[in-house]
């Protein structure tokens, strides 16, 4: 008998831990995951991408009227200006502690370390390089969704700006019959 409970005592020991590391992850894992994933490079992209939506949405705007220079130039600082709020915003130095904080909360170790994992293998590598592709296929398909929404949505103001200039009328009349006036 004392023989088979020193043989399980080794077993024990000398077995490597199952226990699962379900401790928040490190810094530099999280780091290595980020790294893996081109967070930074995807971060820049998408920067990228809303800078020419605010392109775009300042040329729909315009509705294919030509401008003069000095409207041109006042369009062209707000955009500039826009473009700086959003550089500032989305700038890796402000993003990356919330990134840490986030996966810190969200992850353990062990999950981690699996993504980690993933993103190294060849499949991995593969997403993570397709991915700006899949995302800007996604927003092509969106944007199809879009104009019918924005359409709506610009007949409903339409029809409440009708509605308010309607109920401004009467209430006017209201008041012109009552010998008042509206303010």
């Given at each position: 008998?004392?023989?088979r409970d020193?043989?399980?005592?080794?077993?024990l020991f000398?077995a490597?831990p199952v226990?699962?590391?379900?401790?928040p992850?490190?810094d530099?894992?999280?780091?290595?995951?980020?790294?893996?994933t081109?967070?930074?490079?995807?971060l820049?992209?998408?920067?990228a991408q809303?800078?020419?939506?605010i392109?775009a949405?300042?040329h729909?705007?315009q509705?294919?009227?030509?401008?003069?220079?000095e409207?041109q130039?006042?369009?062209?600082?707000?955009?500039?200006?826009?473009a700086?709020v959003?550089?500032e915003s989305l700038?890796?130095e402000?993003l990356e502690?919330?990134y840490?904080?986030?996966y810190?909360?969200?992850l353990t170790?062990?999950e981690?370390d699996g993504?980690?994992?993933?993103?190294a293998?060849?499949p991995g590598?593969?997403?993570i390089?397709?991915?700006?592709?899949?995302?800007?296929?996604?927003m092509?398909?969106?944007?199809?969704?879009l104009k019918?929404?924005?359409d709506k949505?610009a007949?409903?103001?339409?029809?409440t700006i009708q509605e308010?200039k309607?109920?401004?009328?009467?209430?006017d009349?209201?008041?012109?019959?009552?010998?008042?006036s509206?303010?």
């Open positions: 008998m004392k023989i020193l043989v399980i005592c080794v077993c000398a490597p226990i699962a590391n379900d401790h992850p490190s530099a894992s999280i780091d290595q995951l980020l790294t893996l081109n967070a930074r490079q995807l820049d992209q998408m920067k809303v800078d020419s939506m392109a949405g300042m729909a705007a509705q294919g009227q030509a401008l003069t220079p409207r130039a006042v369009l062209d600082r707000m955009k500039s200006k826009m700086a959003i550089t700038s890796w402000s502690p919330i840490i904080r986030t810190r909360a969200s170790q062990d981690l993504m980690i994992a993933f993103y293998s060849a590598q593969a997403y390089h397709k991915i700006p592709v899949i995302m800007q296929n996604v092509v398909e969106m944007q199809g969704m019918p929404m924005q949505l007949e409903i103001q339409k029809q308010l309607d109920l401004k009328a009467s209430q009349a209201t008041a012109k019959s009552h010998g008042g509206t303010s």
